[in-house]
Antibody, heavy 122, light 110 residues
Framework: EVQLVESGGGLVHPGGSLRLSCTPS????????MHWVRQAPGKGLEWVSG????????GYADSVRGRFTISRDNDKNSLYLQMNSLRPADTAFYYC???????????????WGRGTLVTVSS | NFMLTQPHSVSESPGKTVTISCTRS????????VQWYQQRPGSSPSTVIY?????PSGVPDRFSGSIDSSSNSASLTISGLKTEDEADYYC?????????FGGGTKLTVL
């Protein structure tokens, strides 16, 4: 059974950093493109970042480019999101999502985690 | 980049049919696949339509998707509405390695 479990969320001050992790079961992260999607409380979904199966192609939303970095560790079968220079507007549930295929495009998701909450506040 | 615009909310009675629209602001809607996700309160999103009109296994055939180049929009149609269909629905597409979501539509089945 495919499952995705996010971790690493929490409360952080503006300007701080946080690293989110996503550990899947039922498949290997190096067999699929992987993405992060966020949702501010009570708001809609926002695509954040994605990477293809062999890490040679990544994408970022304009709102996070230059501050967030997506990566994966194939040995640990995990996906990460390093978030720096955090802002209150980054407060959201962060979901890890598996793509349907290996490549960054088409961007589409078939499995989602339950999310981890990041709160940026002083 | 383009935007995807959805109605904020729609409502319909059980057993009826509802259609949710998703209009692309620029570029051709047929150039990049459109997906639709259902999100019930307190749950993660799940796919109901991918690649414009494909249903994942387990999604009932009451759900269907289409695109219309003349209006540059995609549509999600749910027939034979059930109370369990009450949820938020999001369309999603992409371009140049960037994902784009619509703002979401709250479906009320009353």
């Amino acid at each position: 059974e495919v499952q995705l479990v996010e971790s690493g969320g929490g409360l952080v001050h503006p300007g701080g950093s946080l690293r989110l992790s996503c550990t899947p079961s039922g498949f290997r992260v190096d067999d699929y493109a992987m993405h992060w999607v966020r949702q501010a409380p009570g708001k809609g979904l926002e695509w954040v970042s994605g990477t293809n199966w062999n890490r040679d192609s990544t994408g970022y939303a304009d709102s996070v480019r230059g501050r967030f970095t997506i990566s994966r560790d194939n040995d640990k079968n995990s996906l990460y999101l390093q978030m720096n220079s955090l802002r209150p507007a980054d407060t959201a549930f962060y979901y890890c999502a598996r793509a349907r295929g290996r490549w960054l495009q088409p961007i589409q998701f078939d499995y989602w985690g339950r999310g981890t909450l990041v709160t940026v506040s002083s | 980049n383009f935007m995807l615009t959805q109605p904020h909310s729609v409502s319909e009675s059980p057993g009826k049919t509802v259609t949710i629209s998703c209009t692309r602001s620029s570029g051709n809607v047929a150039s990049n696949y459109v997906q639709w996700y259902q999100q019930r309160p307190g749950s993660s999103p799940s796919t109901v339509i991918y690649e414009d009109n494909q249903r994942p296994s387990g999604v009932p055939d009451r759900f269907s998707g289409s695109i219309d180049s003349s209006s540059n929009s995609a549509s999600l149609t749910i027939s034979g509405l059930k109370t369990e269909d009450e949820a938020d629905y999001y369309c999603q597409s992409y371009t140049n390695n960037i994902g784009v979501f619509g703002g979401g539509t709250k479906l009320t089945v009353l």
